[in-house]
């Protein structure tokens, strides 16, 4: 079975950076569209970036565009979401995914398999 493991997530000021990671094992990640879900305290689990197998097409949700930016490293196994410029309302436990379609999707639901997730909080 496909396993996920996200990294990267912690504490950072407002305007502040961080970079989260993503490794997927049990496959080659070039079988798979990835991407990347946050879900913050009482609120539905919302999609933020996908991209395609290959790693030339992306999509960014329109709360993110501008400031967040999803890459991958398939020789590694990795993916990637460049967080910069953070904001409070970023704060949220954000979860790697990967589809095994193309170009994935923005519906959790499509999704084949999850990570556990990690936890990203911005101070004001």
Known sequence: QVQLVESGGGLVQAGGSLRLSCA???RT???YAMGWFRQAPGKEREFVARI???GIATWHADSV???FTI???NAKNT???QMND?????TAVYYCAANMSTYGSRQPGDWDYWGKGTLVTVSS
């Open 86 to 90: 953070l904001k409070p309302e970023d």
């Open 71 to 73: 890459s991958r490293e």
């Open 29 to 31: 990640l070039s079988s």
């Open 65 to 67: 565009k501008g400031r």
């Open 24 to 26: 997927l094992s049990g």
């Open 79 to 81: 993916v990637y979401l």
């Open 52 to 54: 395609s197998r290959s």
